[in-house]
């Protein structure tokens, strides 16, 4: 994930949609109170830190590229930021109680991630796993898109619906696996929509000729719709937990 983001950090931090609060009354369920502290993976510019900070526990925050961290720190100063990988953090002795990471899952390398993310929990430690998918409240512009995405890259490919807590589950290192989702449409004008399609993975990794391209067909698209698209963002919680005694 290092580098994909960090030359569009303010954009990304200005146009990627917030979490809804209520993320923050769930994990302080699940955990059974404020934690004594909270680690947050990946933590970009900060979307999924504002909800942690909602739970009123000191927060580290874990990001790879220097300059999501400086846009990460202008705004929450409070947090103690540390620049590095997950693969190459090293937790504190006796591990975290709250091991989060918003949007970033998939960043992390998927041989590696529940073991680490495991080890690095207190027993009994909780992990809450969040992030968007964005989908469209309109099949036809759904439809529309995703096509004209496919002419320009046949081999693109979503991940599917759920797929974290598939792979939190299929660890097997975790108990008490729970899942939440929140859903809410966002309506954008083209600009706006044109704006986040380039905070994008799949979009930043793409070739220059195909971000043109890609940002042309949209913007048409939306054009044709009236100028406006409405994103239906799925929200999800995965909340897991450390067993407080694990299998030898």
């Known amino acids: 994930m290092t580098g994909v983001f960090g030359d569009v950090a303010d954009l990304y931090d200005d146009v990627r949609p917030d979490y809804p609060a209520a993320l923050a009354d769930l994990i302080r369920d699940y955990h059974g109170g404020t934690p004594d502290t909270i680690t947050e993976i990946g933590a970009g510019t900060g979307k999924g830190t504002a909800i942690l900070l909602r739970l009123g526990a000191p927060v580290t925050c874990v990001e790879p590229d220097p300059r999501m961290t400086a846009r990460l720190t202008a705004t929450f100063p409070q947090v103690h930021a540390v620049t590095s990988t997950f693969e190459q953090w090293q ?13 970033a899952w998939h960043w992390l390398d998927p041989t590696t991630r529940n073991p680490r993310a495991h080890d690095a ?8 796993v969040f992030g968007h998918r964005y989908g469209y409240a309109d099949p036809r512009q759904a439809h529309a ?9 046949p081999t693109a490919q979503e991940r599917p619906t759920g797929w974290f807590q598939q792979d939190i589950t ?3 290192l975790f108990t008490d696996i729970h899942a939440d989702t929140i859903d809410r449409d966002l309506p954008l004008d083209t600009e706006s929509y044109l704006r ?8 930043r990794q793409r070739s220059a000729e195909q971000q043109a391209q890609a940002s042309t067909a949209l ?5 044709d719709f009236g100028g406006t698209v409405v994103l239906r963002l799925h929200t999800t919680l995965v909340l897991a937990r450390r067993p407080r005694t694990d299998r030898p």
């Open 121 to 128: 929990l207190t027993p009994g430690g909780t992990l809450a």
């Open 91 to 103: 937790p504190p002795a006796g591990g975290v109680p709250l091991l989060a990471c918003a949007l």
């Open 170 to 172: 299929d660890s097997a």
């Open 196 to 203: 986040l399609l380039r905070t994008f993975g799949p979009y």
């Open 219 to 223: 913007r048409r698209l939306v054009d």
């Open 145 to 153: 898109v995703a096509a004209a995405l496919r002419a320009i890259d």
